[in-house]
C-alpha cells in the first residue's frame, strides 16, 4: 500500500506564494514521474505540472515563470513552489505520483488527499 501525503495550501494574498509538499510512503520499488494538478469549483481537474526522476520539468502555460515542481528522491517526495499567485490559482491541488511496486510487477498512478489552495484579491 503506498500513500501520498501533501501539506503547504492555505488561504494567501494575490502576490504572495506557498509551497506545497508532497510524502510518499509505502511499499515501493522506485518512484517514475511525479506531478501536480489542480481542480477550481466547477472545472476539469487538470495538470500544474509534472518531473521526471532525472529532474526534467513541464509546465502548463498559464504558472510558466511562476510555479517550480522539484523533488527530492532519498526522501520520495515532490514539491510545489508557488509564486506571483493570483486568484485565478485558486484550486484544489493534488499530488501524483507514478510508482514501481513489485511482488507482483506493477506500475499504478497514485494520488494525494488534495489541499486547498485560496488566493485573495
Known amino acids: 500500500q503506498v500513500q501520498l501525503l501533501e501539506s503547504g495550501g492555505g488561504l494567501v494574498q494575490a502576490g504572495g506564494s506557498l509551497r506545497l509538499s508532497c510524502a510518499a510512503s509505502g511499499r515501493m520499488l522506485r518512484i517514475n514521474d511525479m506531478g501536480w494538478y489542480r481542480q477550481a469549483p466547477g472545472k476539469q481537474r487538470e495538470v500544474v505540472g509534472t518531473i521526471t526522476s532525472a529532474g526534467s520539468t513541464s509546465y502548463i502555460d498559464s504558472v510558466k515563470g511562476r510555479f517550480t515542481i522539484s523533488r527530492d528522491n532519498a526522501k520520495n517526495t515532490v514539491y510545489l513552489q508557488m509564486n506571483s499567485l493570483k486568484p485565478e490559482d485558486t484550486a484544489v491541488y493534488y499530488c501524483?505520483?507514478?510508482?514501481?511496486?513489485?511482488?507482483?510487477?506493477?506500475?499504478?498512478?497514485?494520488w494525494g488527499q488534495g489541499t486547498q489552495v485560496t488566493v485573495s484579491s
Open positions: 501524483n505520483a507514478r510508482i514501481v511496486q513489485t511482488m507482483p510487477m506493477a506500475i499504478r498512478d497514485y
